[in-house]
């Protein structure tokens, strides 16, 4: 019989525990399996596009594929765990407050070591001015002698403060972005509550139909009515004899048709195309035609400037919304009743108290890009607290930047939006 020696079976044992103990996932705080993100998680670049004034560019950032544009002044990225970021801008051109706040943050993520990067866009240094040695303290040495009209980007992936400066443009491309598992939030998300309602999703350009934007098109209308919508934008353009016809331009009608003749065409040629073979163009008989037909529809119009002519043409001035753009359009269609959507450039050009002007103009609707929002923040409030209701447009133009990503993080803010397409959370709960 064999016998096995007490010291050598003691051995086994200890060896069988230490193997144990290797193998079996052990447990983090005492209450969850934690591994390192960057096991689970592609390693994703960081791209940085910096262009100053002279450049007449827009900034952007591209973080795990998503990309987003800036606004004027300097915009700290926080990088976070599984691949999240978060951002926000600060008018260190415009505003001593904004100095201030951007300071009083760099301060407590250096202090709390976060990994971020900071991105300048247009002219960013103009209110920087007695903030040099604060942040010089802060190792920012670069930031602190920035010159109006420079580009600028920093970051500290690799452990260190890096900055970069140039007169026009700088672009860097980072992909050493593992090990990042922070979930400090510096940046919360500011909730506006808000009701949804039908009248909040105008269907831009008739809506989406197969998959196709912007075609302005009988079979659009009739689609997207059915999905939901009850606004309608169109854009309305001339034919070369004068007729009022539904078209967002030619080029791309043409495109859209395949019509190969001088643009634009008669009212003739542009009634005998279809749009890519199958959709039905739309004259200012077939737009009265259906709105006739759809009695709790509402037009919206783009592009032509004239409200009365328009107005006057129209099936139903009630149901008659028109985006305008000047200011004496807006005047001109006050006076004869006509329901005015202000756009953005004249709204922006209106010196003194823009909401005072809207309400004695009667000008209960503004169409606005998403994009200023952030920068129009307080414009948004006041027009807002005056019952004016923003629709924005510009959606899908940016990646991630779609119907649903509006819905959750600018609704509230802004009453509604321009949508290619119905989604299920625009259905109202009244």
Same mark, same amino acid.
């Given at each position: 019989?064999?016998?096995?020696?007490?010291?050598?079976?003691?051995?086994?044992?200890?060896?069988?525990?230490?193997?144990?103990?290797?193998?079996?996932?052990?447990?983090?705080?005492?209450?969850?399996?934690?591994?390192?993100?960057?096991? $689970?998680?592609?390693?994703?670049?960081?791209?940085?596009?910096?262009?100053?004034?002279?450049?007449?560019?827009?900034? &952007?950032?591209?973080?795990?594929?998503?990309?987003?544009?800036?606004?004027?002044?300097? &915009?700290?990225?926080?990088?976070?765990?599984? $691949?999240?970021?978060?951002?926000?801008?600060?008018?260190?051109?415009?505003?001593?407050?904004?100095?201030? &706040?951007?300071?009083?943050?760099?301060?407590?993520?250096?202090?709390?070591? +976060?990994?971020?990067?900071?991105?300048?866009?247009?002219?960013?240094?103009?209110?920087?001015?007695?903030?040099?040695?604060?942040?010089?303290?802060?190792?920012?040495?670069?930031?602190?002698?920035?010159?109006?009209?420079?580009?600028?980007?920093?970051?500290?992936?690799?452990?260190?403060?890096?900055?970069?400066?140039?007169?026009?443009?700088?672009?860097?491309?980072?992909?050493?972005?593992?090990?990042?598992?922070?979930?400090?939030?510096?940046?919360?998300?500011?909730?506006?509550?808000?009701?949804?309602?039908?009248?909040?999703?105008? +269907?831009?350009?008739?809506?989406?139909? $197969?998959?196709?934007?912007? &075609?302005?098109?009988?079979?659009?209308?009739?689609?997207?009515?059915?999905?939901?919508?009850?606004?309608?934008?169109? %854009?309305?353009?001339?034919?070369?004899? *004068?007729?009022?016809?539904?078209?967002?331009?030619?080029?791309?009608?043409?495109?859209?048709?395949?019509?190969?003749?001088?643009?634009?065409?008669?009212?003739?040629?542009?009634?005998?195309?279809?749009?890519? *073979?199958?959709?039905?163009?739309?004259?200012?008989?077939?737009?009265?035609?259906?709105?006739?037909?759809?009695?709790?529809?509402?037009?919206?119009?783009?592009?032509? $400037?004239?409200?009365? +002519?328009?107005? %006057?043409?129209?099936?139903?001035? %009630?149901?008659?919304?028109?985006?305008?753009?000047?200011?004496?359009?807006?005047?001109?269609?006050?006076?004869?009743?006509?329901?005015?959507?202000?756009?953005?450039?004249?709204?922006?050009?209106?010196? *003194? %108290?823009?909401?005072?002007?809207?309400?004695?103009?009667?000008?209960?609707?503004?169409?606005?890009?998403?994009?200023?929002?952030?920068?129009?923040?307080?414009?948004?409030?006041?027009?807002?607290?005056?019952?004016?209701?923003?629709?924005?447009?510009?959606?899908?133009?940016?990646?991630?930047?779609?119907?649903?990503?509006?819905?959750?993080?600018?609704?509230?803010?802004?009453?509604?939006?321009?949508?290619?397409?119905?989604?299920?959370?625009?259905?109202?709960?009244?």
């Amino acid at each position: 019989m064999k016998r096995f020696s007490p010291i050598l079976l003691i051995y086994k044992l200890v060896l069988l525990v230490a193997i144990l103990f290797i193998t079996i996932p052990v447990k983090a705080d005492g209450n969850c399996l934690k591994s390192s993100p960057a096991q $689970n998680l592609e390693i994703a670049a960081l791209v940085l596009n910096s262009h100053s004034f002279n450049t007449h560019k827009r900034s &952007t950032f591209t973080y795990a594929s998503q990309t987003e544009a800036v606004e004027r002044g300097l &915009t700290i990225i926080h990088l976070q765990a599984d $691949n999240k970021f978060e951002f926000k801008t600060f008018d260190t051109y415009g505003s001593k407050e904004d100095v201030k &706040t951007f300071v009083a943050v760099l301060s407590k993520m250096v202090e709390a070591k +976060a990994i971020f990067a900071i991105l300048a866009h247009d002219s960013a240094a103009a209110q920087l001015t007695g903030f040099e040695k604060q942040l010089s303290d802060l190792s920012f040495l670069k930031l602190s002698a920035l010159k109006g009209r420079q580009a600028y980007i920093m970051h500290n992936l690799n452990g260190v403060i890096t900055e970069q400066v140039n007169d026009n443009s700088i672009t860097e491309t980072l992909s050493n972005t593992s090990g990042i598992y922070s979930t400090a939030i510096y940046f919360p998300k500011e909730v506006y509550e808000f009701e949804s309602k039908i009248d909040r999703y105008i +269907a831009h350009a008739g809506g989406e139909i $197969n998959g196709v934007k912007s &075609t302005n098109s009988k079979h659009a209308l009739d689609e997207n009515y059915k999905k939901g919508f009850r606004n309608f934008e169109l %854009d309305i353009i001339e034919t070369s004899d *004068g007729k009022l016809v539904a078209a967002h331009d030619w080029e791309m009608w043409a495109r859209f048709t395949d019509y190969t003749g001088s643009l634009p065409p008669t009212h003739s040629q542009f009634m005998k195309q279809k749009i890519y *073979g199958d959709y039905t163009t739309l004259d200012m008989d077939g737009i009265n035609t259906w709105f006739k037909n759809h009695p709790d529809a509402t037009l919206i119009t783009d592009k032509v $400037n004239d409200p009365i +002519a328009f107005a %006057d043409a129209f099936v139903d001035k %009630d149901r008659l919304i028109m985006e305008l753009f000047s200011v004496m359009a807006v005047e001109k269609a006050s006076e004869h009743g006509i329901h005015a959507m202000i756009s953005q450039d004249p709204l922006i050009s209106i010196k *003194g %108290d823009k909401v005072n002007f809207l309400k004695v103009n009667n000008v209960k609707h503004v169409a606005l890009s998403r994009r200023i929002i952030a920068s129009q923040k307080k414009l948004m409030l006041q027009l807002k607290e005056a019952g004016i209701k923003v629709y924005v447009y510009n959606v899908n133009f940016d990646a991630g930047k779609d119907e649903q990503y509006v819905y959750d993080n600018e609704l509230g803010l802004v009453y509604g939006m321009y949508a290619d397409k119905w989604i299920d959370t625009m259905k109202s709960k009244n």
